[in-house]
DNA sequence: AAAATAGTGTCTTTGAGACAGTATGAC
DNA sequence: GTCATACTGTCTCAAAGACACTATTTT
């Protein structure tokens, strides 16, 4: 039998360079951050030696999926492998890119603090409280995706458990009650906020966790570490 | 003075190819319906014959943005110039299509049954009720991209005014709430349903409308055309 | 008048916030 | 013991569902 192998037509189309970039998030010293990369200063870069979110083109090669490369170019960066990471949206013009017609696919991820704070040391890379990093010039159209994961975050705290990812386990619900404090600007009921959390039962008991003054507290785990549990009401943020 | 032209690096990588398809959903007969198109038969091309989504590449040429880009193919399809267009997502791996590593940038539109049932008659070119549309063998990844459209259809009708951009204007709220229920799949409660609706003061009163029988109606339009309304609550599902 | 549909009023239930109280650990 | 923090109980209030009622139009 002669394997027949079909052949397709390629497009006569021009195509358009295709980039990841993601928006990585942590909170550290009470406060929500994200990581920042500068782009090398060689000439024939656009916007050089401009702070910019993690990302670039995908590899064909390497990169089996869209996902796959958001998930590369996050180990890359940060050497987290199993975070949360969602997708955010994708941004293409003819202009976003002075090389020519760019699409992007961002992503947002989720990650407990780094432990090495090295990253935050270093000259090419940089965790920026995230008003802050908002409000700095940074290059291609990124000001517009890291507004919108941060617009896209906020809203999903409110009545999501995505906060949980940004801590290192086993955290505690005083804990988790801040982390979301932080993301929302604003402070909880304690008792209206455990009553959410344990209804929801997306936690697991793991044991007292002794912290540095005060009663000891119950320490939890995620249960499924690779979703967000979705509550059934928004906390009520003054309607 | 020289006009200094900056020249850009192109990149050594190999470029994805670039689409963009689009989920365009209607109301038709009480039915929650979806437009799908016929691969062509012709030599070469991938899914020949199939069921698929209105879609295809980006004209780097033609299109300013894949905004602009999904526009223009809906306007192809439908002739509906200025519907209530939302990204979905986006989906990209080597396997997806058989020329190449390729990645689509999805979006999904609602529009007011089309007057012209013509589409529907048309061999290329189908209205189909969206879960049988589900069920059905489509080319690409398309079963993927419509089943993640339908539910992130019906889970935003459960908080958002969506379907009232699935009426043309004027529309009684009697009718609104027909759509809000075939979308759903349940029945929602008379008074509960028009507090909400009145509450969030997104239409605007246009006139009474009398229908084939009974008491006329209150017609009504969206005060923006542009964007979705979202309530404070979510419509109690059986929690 | 009867039928059909539009629109309103009221009762009940639910669940979240407020806030004060109790428990348990470190010193 | 005191202090600091973890955790719980109870009251109140608001919003939504249930459902019966009234209103207006067509036949």
Redesign the pocket.
């Known amino acids: 039998m002669s394997s027949s192998r079909v052949v397709f037509k390629t497009t006569a189309f021009e195509r358009p360079l295709v980039t990841v970039d993601v928006v990585i998030f942590t909170v550290m010293a009470e406060q929500l951050c994200v990581l920042l990369v500068r782009r090398p200063e060689s000439d024939g870069e656009p916007y050089p030696a401009r702070w910019a979110l993690p990302g670039g083109f995908v590899d064909v090669d390497r990169d089996a999926s869209l996902l796959a490369c958001a998930e590369r170019k996050l180990r890359d960066k940060t050497g987290v492998a199993a975070p949360y990471l969602e997708q955010l949206g994708s941004w293409g013009d003819a202009k976003r890119d002075p090389r020519g017609w760019s699409s992007t696919h961002a992503y947002f991820a989720l990650i407990p603090q780094p432990e090495a704070v090295d990253a935050s040391a270093t000259t090419t890379t940089e965790w920026v409280p995230c008003d802050q990093a908002a409000r700095r010039r940074l290059a291609f159209d990124h000001n517009t995706i890291l507004s919108t994961a941060i617009e896209r975050l906020r809203s999903k705290v409110e009545y999501t458990s995505l906060p949980a990812f940004l801590l290192p386990e086993p955290f505690?619900?005083?804990?988790l009650q801040r982390v979301y404090e932080v993301v929302l600007g604003r402070p909880?009921?304690?008792?209206?906020?455990?009553?959410?959390m344990?209804?929801a039962a997306y936690l697991e008991e793991v044991g007292?966790v002794?912290?540095?003054?005060?009663?000891?507290?119950?320490g939890y785990r995620l249960r499924e570490r690779d979703q967000a549990t979705v509550?059934?009401?928004?906390?009520?943020s003054g309607?």
């Open positions: 505690t619900l005083p804990q909880l009921d304690k008792s209206a906020f455990r009553k959410r344990l209804d007292m002794t912290g540095d003054h005060g009663r000891a507290a119950m509550f059934p009401r928004t906390f009520k309607e």
